[in-house]
């Protein structure tokens, strides 16, 4: 296929590194003010890759900080970045995505393509397209310039699209990059799989004074979740499966999820999965967050905890532990989160719906008659 990926973080690196050793024709674009992101590249003319899976000179078909170039003849455009530069990512997208083409998320957050889609309306896209998110990442990967390396493959990935009777069309598509995925049952089932919001903002907020005075010389997996730590995580856990439970969606474990993504060799507790885990304690451990201001505080609070407790507040499932979580790390920046956090589902007009109403428009895309 044609493929775009948006976005020259490590994550956009290894996807089009290892995309386009896999056979596709790879265009990597990275906006304008981040463009020192291409600089290596360009003067490579492409990408090197090591780790696990394929190796070796990844030729890129195009690497370009112009969109219009970028979104030219893409079959499916990968967007590979945090969820702080969705919303921009579709504005830049807007004027120049085409009918047929495919968008997905890698990963979606928490209700990305919801945001995705409502942001094209706003700037008046005509362009009939099909959008999806991905429950994570499709790599653990880490680099710099022109230089990936992959530290692991996900060995098991969950899309769904939004509206969901999308979805057959948009991971058909993405099956032919990636055929470990599956279908997801809503965006909003795979948003609750994503295992950020459960790994990151509960140990970094009891790591805070550790990761200040470290100035970047912390490792959240291997120093930062001790086994009274992960009991934080587990109460996390707990949480979010009893949403899962309520919505009628799959509610799998952490552990379980972890194993079978590839991350942990174990499902036995939080603790041992993440301290046997080849990719977060093994040869090249996972350091940072590199300051108490980092996405681990910042994201995954924004655009994970705050919409599950949104979400259970709207369903009456109590989410004290996540809202414990939301509290303290607005008192340590200062900042309500719960009123800032954009994907609330508030924030999207969906507050009141039932737990039928919400499943029903994250099938088809539209409120109902009476409700707004």
Known sequence: MNVTVIGASNGGKAVA??????GHDVTLFEFPQFE?????????GGINLIGVGRNGFAKLHAVTDDIRVALEHPDIIVNVMSAFGHKVSAQTCAPYLKDGQVVVLNPGSTLGSLEYRQVLKAEGTTAKIKIGDVHTLTYAARGSGADVRILLEVKKLWLAAFPAIDTPEVLARFKLLYPVTEAGKKILDVGLNNGNPIAHPGPALLNAGRVEYAQGGFYHYKEGITPHVANIIQA???????????????????TERMRLMGYATTNSSL??????????CGEHPIKGPYSVMDRYFVEDTMYGLVTWSSLGRNIGVSTSTINAVIHLISMLHQTNYFDKGERSLDGFGLSGLNIDELNHFFDIGSLPANHG
Request: charged share 25%; proline share 7%; glycine share 2%.
């Open 17 to 22: 590194a290892d995309m386009t050793l896999a």
């Open 36 to 44: 020192q992101n291409l600089v290596e590249i360009k003067k490579k």
């Open 236 to 254: 996390l856990d707990d949480e979010r499966q009893a949403l899962c439970d309520k919505m009628g969606y799959p509610a799998i474990p952490t």
């Open 271 to 280: 603790y041992e999965a993440y301290h046997t885990s080849p990719v977060f």
